[in-house]
């Protein structure tokens, strides 16, 4: 099924997420509480950096005239950066381009139909979605460039958990009913524990 795409600088991102901020606004280095979301898209996902290239392409087109003066500047900072340069010490972004979009106003989150997701647990860092992202040129306090504002959050779905916290399937051993805490050590206990 195709998505509706409403804009030339507009794109549904298919993505693994990470640093998901989406149920709550988190401030980052001080600045302005944001709803925000890293999107990591495989390199070899052709379709999708084409339609966001196009999409950045059209962003610096509207910047020339509404933001810029005339004319593209040299040196903009742009939204789609490479995980194997930017982030080379974290596995999760090798072999990928990542975006990361930011807005003020909260996404809509909502599941495989469209339903809201109300459950913060179900949509997470690691798992994959559909993200709307509409592009725009910036010029402010002498930088220029072109960003990426979050639109809505689609669960497609799960993936590992990129929290850096263990899972609980990972921690715990399933118990049967007769299963006690504790037990006998097996081995003799050091002299402080005794």
Sequence with gaps: MANKISSATKVVIPCRISFANIFEAKSINGGEAKYSVSC????????????????VEAAKEDG??????????????????????????????????????????APQVVDRHVQPVTDPMMVY????????????????NGNRGVAAGLGNVQFVKDGDRLSGKASAESDFD????????GGDAGEELPDYLR
Excluded: M
Excluded at 86 to 100: G, S
Excluded at 125 to 140: L, P, Q, T
């Design 40 to 55: 990591l898209i495989p390199k070899e996902d052709k379709k999708t950096l084409l339609a966001i290239h196009k999409a």
């Design 64 to 105: 020339k005239t509404r933001k810029w003066g005339g004319k593209i500047p040299p040196n903009l900072k742009l939204p789609l950066r490479d995980g194997d340069i930017d982030r080379p010490d974290d596995e999760n972004y090798q072999e990928h381009f990542f975006v990361n979009a930011s807005s003020k106003d």
């Design 125 to 140: 860092s690691g798992c994959y979605c559909n993200v709307s992202v509409n592009f725009y040129a910036f010029n402010a």
């Design 174 to 181: 399933a118990l049967d009913d007769e299963d006690v805490l």
